[in-house]
């Protein structure tokens, strides 16, 4: 399922972060609760913008009362809980991110039109010029810390890392909360350096040291006893070859199982 955020397509209203994340969570609310698909079943599925929306939305449902959802993302509240109005902790099968961004000012002070043109390059001999202008923005996406938070929040309750109930209404111990990264190095639009900020921020080190490199790309594959699994392929060429790797993500993703 997808919509359209407000102030997107046919939505109305002003786009914000606060507001788009409510609207991600209103999404997945009305997935949970009306058309009653059980969280081992939905994986949260984003792209360039989307990331960020997907990144928040999915710490939102694992630890509603996290600092890093913004204050002022009241309204979405209720959404948590449906008719109870009591947030409870959700992990989903998994959540898939098609070329993120660790932040938004990270990505404005390293973006380049058509890939070659920093837009603010005019300021790269002053960087703290450029960090000045980006600290006063209002939405700033940490997508980095907000995943970091979600990996961590899995410590203090592992219980979620396996489904409760099955499609016969019994338990069948499918692993969940996956997190899978896919970013090309020939994106234009945000390099895949951006990835590679955000596994650091994840395991707190210069993640990049650990890629293994295989036929299809750089892959970073952790698996811990008290984290979700977190998957990173850095593949060569972007376009329509990876929407295929997505396709197949998802395939994998929600057919996973615990060995």
Known sequence: MTIDYRGFGHSTGSPTEAGLIADGTALVNWVLHT????????VLLGQSLGTAVSSAVTLNFINPSNDLIPNSHDESSPLLNN???IAKPTAFA??????PFSSLPSLLLTYRLGGLIPILFPLRPFPSIGTALTSRMTDKWPSAKRLAAYYRAFA???????SSTGRDGRGDGR???TLQIIHAKTDM??????TEMICAEIFGHDATSDYVAGEEGLLLDVRAE???TVSVQIVEHGGERIFIYVALLL???????AQ
Do not use: F
């Open 175 to 177: 692993a969940m909360g």
């Open 251 to 257: 395939l994998l993703t929600i057919g996973r199982r």
């Open 226 to 228: 008290d984290k979700p």
């Open 83 to 85: 008719e109870q109005h």
């Open 189 to 194: 639009d945000i390099s895949y350096h951006q």
């Open 156 to 162: 203090s309750q592992p219980d979620l890392l396996r």
């Open 35 to 42: 058309a009653r698909i059980p969280p081992e079943n939905i």
């Open 94 to 99: 998994g959540v898939i991110l098609v070329a």
